[in-house]
């Protein structure tokens, strides 16, 4: 072929840096975490159906951030609740920024995620109300279901199983239980929130500093 005419010659496209791509490797990072941070972490990421490690790379990667977080945490000791140790998967990019802000402001690196991980208090919360707002609407939309059944029974009583209108609501309840069960799976998967506390993370970070 002649590469005058491979139209792949023509295209101008961005260099990624060497560096820019080494900070998107993954590494594995351990933290003695409370149980309330673990689970805050773990909540959010399960109930939005997001990668934990995408999680914890949105609220450690922005150094700006941390750096206001850090200059709240300075020379700060971590009060003596349980923690755990945990390992993540983060970006290589998102454990320098811990690494730097906590040495430059003599912030602990675990709570530099703790306190991070505070960030997702407003999420949770307005999910944990969205939560028990759906479970009210489902309530309704099993009781239009249940009456949609039992209708079709009616006509299948009434007009038997070959008429046509009884073929066109069955069709409809087919799909109406598709959607049904559905609405039901993605309640059930949010169940995960319903017993998460935020005001004990809050009151675990509000006794951090001396």
Same mark, same amino acid.
């Given at each position: 072929?002649?590469?005058?005419?491979?139209?792949?010659?023509?295209?101008?496209?961005? #260099?990624?840096?060497?560096?820019?791509?080494?900070?998107?490797?993954?590494?594995?990072? *351990?933290?003695?975490?409370?149980?309330?941070?673990?689970?805050?972490?773990?909540?959010?990421?399960?109930?939005?159906?997001?990668?934990?490690?995408?999680?914890?790379?949105?609220?450690?990667?922005?150094?700006? *951030?941390?750096?206001?977080?850090?200059?709240?945490?300075?020379?700060?000791?971590?009060?003596?609740?349980? #923690?755990?140790?945990?390992?993540?998967?983060?970006?290589? +990019?998102?454990?320098?920024?811990?690494?730097?802000?906590?040495?430059?402001?003599?912030?602990?690196?675990?709570?530099?995620?703790?306190?991070?991980?505070?960030?997702?208090?407003?999420?949770?919360?307005?999910?944990?109300?969205?939560?028990?707002? #759906?479970?009210?609407?489902?309530?309704?939309?099993?009781?239009?279901?249940?009456?949609?059944?039992?209708?079709?029974? +009616?006509?299948?009583?009434t007009l038997g199983h070959e008429d046509p209108l009884f073929g066109r609501l069955e069709t409809l309840? *087919?799909?109406?239980?598709?959607?049904?069960?559905?609405?039901?799976?993605?309640?059930? +998967?949010? +169940?995960?929130?319903?017993?998460?506390?935020?005001?004990?993370?809050?009151?675990?970070?509000?006794?951090?500093?001396?």
């Amino acid at each position: 072929m002649d590469d005058d005419n491979d139209w792949t010659m023509n295209l101008s496209l961005p #260099r990624a840096r060497t560096s820019e791509l080494r900070g998107r490797q993954s590494v594995r990072a *351990t933290f003695k975490l409370t149980e309330a941070c673990i689970g805050a972490i773990s909540i959010v990421a399960a109930h939005l159906g997001i990668k934990q490690k995408s999680l914890f790379d949105h609220l450690v990667e922005d150094i700006n *951030t941390l750096n206001s977080i850090a200059g709240e945490l300075s020379n700060v000791s971590l009060r003596n609740y349980s #923690r755990v140790q945990k390992t993540y998967v983060i970006s290589r +990019k998102s454990l320098y920024s811990l690494d730097e802000v906590s040495k430059s402001h003599n912030a602990p690196r675990d709570a530099l995620v703790e306190y991070s991980v505070q960030r997702l208090l407003p999420v949770i919360i307005n999910e944990q109300k969205k939560h028990e707002a #759906r479970k009210k609407i489902m309530s309704a939309v099993a009781n239009h279901f249940n009456n949609g059944q039992a209708l079709l029974k +009616k006509l299948e009583n009434t007009l038997g199983h070959e008429d046509p209108l009884f073929g066109r609501l069955e069709t409809l309840m *087919t799909h109406y239980r598709n959607t049904y069960d559905g609405m039901r799976a993605f309640i059930e +998967k949010g +169940k995960i929130i319903e017993d998460f506390q935020p005001e004990i993370l809050r009151r675990i970070l509000s006794t951090t500093k001396k």
